[in-house]
């Protein structure tokens, strides 16, 4: 049967051992909306912002969370009934980032290239992409997938392919790496908390 499509847009961070996941506040740049599961690089001012695709000098981690410039509450235009589930632009906030070198993130693949198709890529290195728009408006998560035509075996990618998700799909089928839209354990390769062009990821164990 086929996987589910759309089922895991994002830089999704994966629970780790007893479900801890690093996170960090950091101020938003404004210039741009902003998203759950949105990959984001720190800049030059200390603010956080949209990652570059193929941007080798390094990303932070994904968006999990925001809070109002006083880190008092949501921020206001997320905090009621008629709001939004994303940060809008021009709007002062902190965006909470699962920004730990080693955190282990699931992903979906695109449509474009060719399928990944098997475990043994595992090691492999690839960037990410967006769909038509970089987030959904509607569900507040960024529209984010792995882009399976840039895989190489080597360090030049973005996001490291760690393994096979244990994902199960909405017909009680299991991730098929076979076919589309395929679940991927990845892990940033480039990252700016940590060393750049991390070693392939063999050896490194999958959430249990």
Known sequence: MANDQSSHLGLRPAKQPFGAIKSTYYRVN??????????????????????????????????????????????????????????????????????????????????????????????????????????NTVTGRANVLIDRSTIAADTGGILTLVGPADNTNQDGTANDLTANFAKWYVRINSHQNGPLNLAPAGGIGLPG
């Not at 210039?31 to 690089?41: G, I, K, R």
């Not at 994904?62 to 905090?79: E, N, R, Y």
């Open 30 to 135: 404004t210039a741009a909306d902003l998203f759950l599961f949105q990959p984001v690089a720190l800049n030059n001012s200390g603010q956080v912002q949209i990652a570059a695709i193929s941007d080798m000098s390094g990303i932070l981690g994904s968006i999990i969370g925001f809070l109002d410039a006083s880190k008092a509450s949501l921020p206001t235009q997320m905090d009621a009934v008629s709001g939004r589930p994303y940060l809008r632009s021009s709007n002062n906030a902190w965006a909470q980032v699962a920004d730990d070198p080693n955190q282990l993130f699931i992903m979906e693949e695109d449509t474009g290239g060719t399928l990944i198709g098997s475990a043994n890529s595992s090691g492999q290195t690839v960037h990410f992409t967006y769909l038509s728009t970089t987030g």
